[in-house]
């Protein structure tokens, strides 16, 4: 164009194209930031955010490539080509920085800034090519063509680009979604009841005005449509118009389509004479009226006019006036349902004149059904007519329901639906984003039988795009002081108490006002008064997002001061803050305090079975420690810790390679045998042609054989191991079936795994032998003793069955229907579940029971129906007078597996049996009173004796 042009005639069409850039940018709700040379820099979301900032972006630069190629249309004769421009456009985070104008408003630097000028330059004349990022958000409403992948400067991986052709018809969100597939109407039967009969009542003469209040993605829109898709075709007049940001300045926006629907204005620009005739048509009254409708439709009337003197609030009278006396006229034609979308949005004038059409719709028959958020307050009047129903989020009954009718299936993981509902806070919209996101990211396969499988890590779960732009643009229309309080209490977590955030922040930022506001607009819940005032975000999204919004460097600085505070305010409860005070001083990188409390709160987690938490708290322990010197005490602590954890999932591998890191930093030769003694040295033994592979841990002249069924694993007895391989020498076996042993045989049998039991001990070269005997285990070893006397020296049974609880055996047991239904349609899982709440059913074990959940289900089909099927060699009656070593049984009394009657009858039968019962404790005491259980189990092994114990005969007989 330079060559071609006079400097003067280049300058002023560039003078064109920048001013129709900011024009077109700013009606999209963006800025140009600044001009480069030919070069326009446009931003969206800076400094104020919308949840549509990429449609917006991608909607102004079509826009102005059209109105470029039209100036190179003008141009082309004089250029000898056309003029074009090229775009590229991406979506994420930047960091920006105010500064002078003459160098852009915003000083911008980030991945997201580097990948749009790469797509930039790839850009060809006339194209806007669109990161994947934009495209995920912006599909549905452009047409796009996916490009081969390129390789650009700076990027490791290449980049797929996506070309935008043109707009497609889609104009909200509820359209897209309609495009792709509805799923089913959920959770509000009652409230689209409401509205049917409303819809009824206003047939018959009588007007209704429903309010539809609820948060962004809660189900409005949705709801509304429902009530549309109702109504009979050619009985109502259904009507909608909506609002959105960028039209809050046009008055009257939102009635504008509903009232060309009225007058049946197909053409975009309708012409006096056709809206003069269609409203005399409609009726006589509304002639007076046409100067104003005309001047609504931006219409020029020859000779319909308004009155020049017509202006200021007579003139806006005037026209609430001609909007109301068109409604109620046509309405009394035919009904009219008038549904108005997203109200928070509209302008001044449509609100006055909305509130001057409701008051004269009592006896007409009109319904208008109009939504918003919270953060609108109306003032609508005390009308009879009025009706107000408030959209709340989902439970988890609806949303396990949406989780269902979004991926497809019948069947979720278990812990899928509750950590969805935690991350969504039961909203509808969030539930099904983060659905398809998940099956986007490979984080869920669907697999035969309709059934989910999770392949990712869900542990911190990545909320789309598409929830975070929701949540963004509310926070972005907070006034600055509330805006700060969200951002400082977003540090310090979900929950936080007011003193703590008055503490963090100046006084002068008015936090007691600002947390009113916050209270008010339902951003924030407060959940305790005494001893303190405690708030909670209502929604975790909304902590999540405002806290990614600040700059790591001011994030450090203010979790090192909540860490501060904490402490000195808190000195009494330390030890129950711990996790708080090691995130807080891990994030703030005060890394002696980080290691110390991640440590103590990693040991806390794992004496509350919560050991996948624990284990992260562990890992958490090792990042601070190698941040720092002389740390090395703390380092072992946590290396052994994870270990432990490893063991207790049956991880032996990992937990060997920790326990011998440990061993290599210790300097203390009593310390290093003390680690040594808990590693799992494998062995096997072949018997019968099968491998049956032990372990063999610590040091002792007493050996303890730990013998259970295959099905329960060698991971059940690691906090026995823990407590006693200082002192004894403990051996572990993994069943027939299980572990690293062989499959189990077709014709197993207890005698066979009692054979397996007896060749590890002799492999093994154990001569002091005592047997622990879990359930079926415990029926293993007196088999054992029976058949080679000498082999072992002491005897110990928990939870030991007499027989197999069959019809006619001596104590049957009803079988739990759901248990066998579960076993016919092989739901092992739901099967697991039942039976792991009936023999570990005390408080607090819920996390435990998942873990061993996890673990049953991984079990090979074979091994789990060898344990539900009877066994011949189950009944021990016989036995039980050819007992002639010690014996402790042990029992929980809450057991729900084996009922203690089975113990309390072998007590009666064994001559001087010992029993020792516990009181709270399930099918396995130890792993809910491991103290006292190890207590128990040294004095017996010991001495032979236990304190508090019963003998056999102190039990009455029957």
């Known amino acids: 164009m330079n060559e071609r042009l006079d400097p003067e005639e280049v300058q002023a069409i560039m003078g064109r194209v920048k001013e129709a850039a900011v024009r077109i940018v700013e009606t999209h709700g963006g800025i140009v930031n600044q001009f480069v040379g030919d070069e326009v820099v446009a931003l969206f979301g800076i400094p104020t955010a919308q949840e549509d900032d990429p449609r917006r972006a991608v909607a102004a630069a079509l826009e102005l490539h059209q109105m470029v190629a039209r100036i190179g249309v003008e141009m082309e004769d004089r250029l000898g080509q056309g003029l074009s421009l090229h775009t590229g456009i991406n979506t994420g985070l930047v960091v920006t920085q105010l500064r002078d104008d003459r160098d852009g408003r915003y000083g911008l630097t980030g991945d997201s800034v580097n990948t749009c000028a790469r797509l930039a330059a790839q850009a060809q004349p006339g194209q806007i090519l669109i990161g994947k990022d934009t495209q995920r958000l912006v599909a549905p409403y452009f047409e796009l063509e996916t490009l081969p992948p390129v390789t650009v400067k700076g990027k490791a991986e290449a980049i797929t680009p996506f070309r935008v052709l043109r707009k497609t018809a889609i104009q909200s969100r509820l359209e897209a979604s309609a495009q792709r597939g509805f799923t089913h109407f959920i959770g509000r039967e009652m409230e689209l009841s409401t509205l049917r009969k409303c819809m009824e009542q206003a047939a018959g003469g009588g007007g209704r005005f429903v309010s539809l209040v609820g948060d962004a993605g809660v189900g409005k829109s949705r709801l509304m449509h429902e009530l549309r898709e109702g109504v009979a075709d050619g009985e109502v007049t259904v009507l909608t118009g909506r609002c959105n940001p960028l039209s809050s300045g046009t008055p009257f926006f939102p009635l504008l389509e509903p009232m060309r629907g009225l007058l049946n204005l197909t053409s975009e620009t309708p012409d006096a004479e056709a809206v003069s005739s269609s409203l005399i048509g409609l009726d006589q009254a509304l002639e007076p009226y046409i100067p104003h409708v005309l001047h609504l439709l931006s219409i020029p009337g020859a000779g319909r006019a308004l009155p020049r003197n017509l202006d200021g609030e007579e003139l806006q009278r005037g026209l609430r006036l001609a909007l109301a006396a068109l409604f109620t006229l046509a309405a009394q034609r035919k009904t009219i349902l008038l549904l108005l979308e997203d109200w928070h949005w509209s302008d001044e004038a449509s609100d006055a004149a909305l509130k001057y059409l409701v008051g004269l719709i009592g006896e007409t028959p009109i319904m208008i059904v109009v939504n918003y958020r919270p953060d609108y307050q109306p003032h609508w009047g005390n009308l009879d007519y009025l009706i107000q129903l408030s959209l709340t989020a989902f439970g988890t009954a609806e949303s ?432 697991f579940q039942i039976f792991v709440r009936k023999f570990n059913p005390e408080p607090g074990l819920e996390l435990y029971n998942v873990e061993i959940v996890k673990k049953y289900v991984q079990l090979p089909e074979k091994t789990i129906l060898k344990f539900v099927a009877p066994d011949p060699e189950m009944n021990m009656v016989p036995l039980f007078q050819k007992i002639m070593i010690p014996i402790l049984l042990i029992h929980g009394l809450i057991d729900g597996n084996v009922d203690p009657i089975h113990t309390r009858y072998a007590a009666e039968q064994i001559k001087h049996a010992l029993v020792y019962e516990f009181p709270s404790a399930g099918h396995n005491p130890w792993i809910s009173a491991p103290g006292e259980f190890c207590d128990v189990l040294r004095q017996f092994v010991e001495t032979g004796e236990v304190a508090g114990a019963q003998m056999g005969d102190e039990y009455p007989p029957g």
Request: glycine share 6%; hydrophobic share 40%.
């Open 400 to 831: 396990l329901r949406i989780v269902q009718q979004t991926l497809g299936v019948d069947r979720l993981p278990e812990q899928l639906p509750a950590i969805i509902q935690a991350r969504t806070g039961g909203n509808p919209f969030f539930i099904e984003e983060l659905c398809r996101s998940l099956l986007e990211r490979g984080d869920i396969e669907i697999r035969e039988m309709r059934e989910a499988v999770l392949t990712g890590d869900l542990e911190h779960l990545a909320l789309p795009e598409t929830v975070q732009a929701v949540i963004r643009s509310r926070l972005d229309r907070l006034d600055d002081p509330t805006r700060e309080v969200v951002l400082h209490a977003s540090v310090i977590g979900r929950e936080f108490s007011g003193r703590l955030l008055e503490s963090l922040m100046p006084a002068e930022k008015g936090v007691p006002a600002a947390l009113e506001r916050l209270k008010a607009l339902e951003i924030l819940r407060q959940v305790r008064v005494v001893p303190e005032p405690v708030f909670r975000f209502k929604h975790v999204v909304t902590q999540e997002v405002a806290y990614e919004t600040l700059l790591l460097k001011r994030r450090k600085q203010l979790h090192r001061k909540v860490a501060e505070l904490l402490e000195a305010q808190h000195p009494e409860r330390l030890a129950e803050i711990q996790e708080a005070l090691a995130a807080h001083f891990f994030k703030g990188e005060v890394w002696p305090k980080a290691a110390a409390y991640s440590l103590a709160a990693a040991e806390q987690a794992k004496s509350h079975y919560s050991y996948r938490a624990a284990q992260q708290l562990g890992w958490q322990t090792l990042t601070a420690v190698k941040k720092v010197e002389k740390l090395e005490g703390e380092q072992i602590r946590a290396l052994v810790l994870l270990g432990d954890l490893d063991s207790l999932l049956g991880e032996l591998e990992p937990a060997n390679s920790h326990y011998e890191q440990a061993m290599a930093l210790s300097r203390d030769a009593a310390e290093s045998v003390g680690i040594a003694n808990r590693i799992h040295h494998p062995r096997f033994v072949v018997r019968d042609g099968g491998k049956i592979v032990y372990y063999e841990h610590g040091s002792g002249p007493i050996t303890l054989i730990f013998v259970n069924p295959a099905l329960y694993g060698i991971a059940m007895f690691q906090p026995l191991v823990e407590r006693l391989c200082q002192d004894y020498r403990i051996i572990t076996i993994d069943g027939r079936g299980s572990g690293n042993s062989d499959p189990i045989p077709d014709d197993y049998s207890m005698r066979d795994h009692m054979e397996d039991v007896r060749a590890v001990i002799d492999d093994a070269g154990a001569t002091t032998v005592v047997g622990v005997g879990i359930s079926r285990g415990g029926n293993q070893i007196i088999k054992l003793a029976i058949a080679y006397p000498g082999k072992l020296e002491k005897i110990v049974t928990i939870g030991m069955p007499v027989d197999d609880r069959k019809p006619g055996s001596l104590f049957p047991q009803t079988p739990d229907p759901r248990m066998i239904k579960a076993l016919q349609e092989k739901d092992y899982e739901i099967f």
